[in-house]
Nanobody
Framework: VQLVESGGGLVQAGGSLRLSCAAS????????MGWFRQAPGKERELVAT???????YYADSVKGRFTISRDNAKNTLYLQMNSLKPEDMAVYYC????????????WGQGTQVTVSS
């Protein structure tokens, strides 16, 4: 399994970014997927999930500002992030979700999101 995140960068507070995750080595259309993030000195946390049947979950901290989506034809997961806040600054990762919502052991390199105030 290979997961390659991209789209991060430096943005001012209130700005937007769109993250992409190109997945290979798994049956992407049949996989529940999620975005996670890890800020310096903090544990990795779940941001949003999108199941293979279209079910969506957002963490309270991003609800109303982030949108998760997928393109099964391209084996790609997206995260549209609007109204970014300094507290959104982290390395963002995507992953497949196993039963119970646990992430798989396969992590990509992540993509850095930096939000300036």
């Amino acid at each position: 399994v290979q997961l390659v995140e991209s789209g991060g960068g430096l943005v001012q507070a209130g700005g937007s970014l769109r993250l992409s995750c190109a997945a290979s080595g798994l049956t992407f259309p049949m996989s529940d997927m999620g975005w996670f993030r890890q800020a310096p000195g903090k544990e990795r946390e779940l941001v949003a999930t999108l199941s293979r049947t279209g079910g969506i979950y957002y963490a309270d901290s991003v609800k109303g500002r982030f949108t998760i989506s997928r393109d099964n034809a391209k084996n790609t997961l997206y995260l549209q992030m609007n109204s970014l806040k300094p507290e959104d600054m982290a390395v963002y990762y995507c992953n497949a979700l196993l039963s119970g919502g646990r992430p798989s052991v396969y992590w990509g390199q992540g993509t850095q999101v930096t939000v300036s105030s």
